[in-house]
C-alpha cells in the first residue's frame, strides 16, 4: 500500500470477508467490509500483512498472509487469511 498514491482502492478478498481498502497514506486506511469492525468506512492504522510470530510485512497486504490494522475502537485486528488483492481502478464498477 506504501508504493500506491493517496486515493488508491484496493479490494481484498480474505477467508470470511471481501474489504474495501483506500489508501490514506503513511499508514492510515480507510477500510470498509467487515460487518461487525467495518461495515461503513472507517480510518484505521493499517499495520500490513503478518505471517508467523514474528512475521510483519510493514504496509503491505499479500494473499496468504492475514492483513492487520489497529481498529480506533476494537484495537488490533487479524483477518483470516487474503485470498486476493486487487486494485480497483477509478470510474470502473467493483
Same mark, same amino acid.
Given at each position: 500500500?506504501? %508504493? ?17 481498502? %483506500? ?72
Amino acid at each position: 500500500m506504501d %508504493e500506491l498514491p493517496v486515493g488508491t482502492m484496493v479490494e481484498v478478498k480474505t477467508g470470511h470477508s471481501t474489504y474495501l481498502v %483506500e489508501n490514506r497514506g503513511e499508514g492510515k486506511a480507510l477500510i470498509s467490509g467487515h460487518p461487525t469492525y467495518c461495515p461503513t468506512p472507517v480510518l484505521v492504522d493499517l499495520h500490513g500483512s503478518v505471517g508467523g510470530a514474528n512475521m510483519l510485512k510493514i504496509w503491505a497486504i499479500e494473499p496468504g498472509l492475514k492483513m492487520e490494522f489497529n481498529h480506533p475502537k476494537f484495537g488490533v485486528i487479524r483477518t483470516s487469511r487474503v485470498h486476493s488483492v486487487r486494485e480497483l481502478k477509478p470510474g470502473l464498477p467493483s
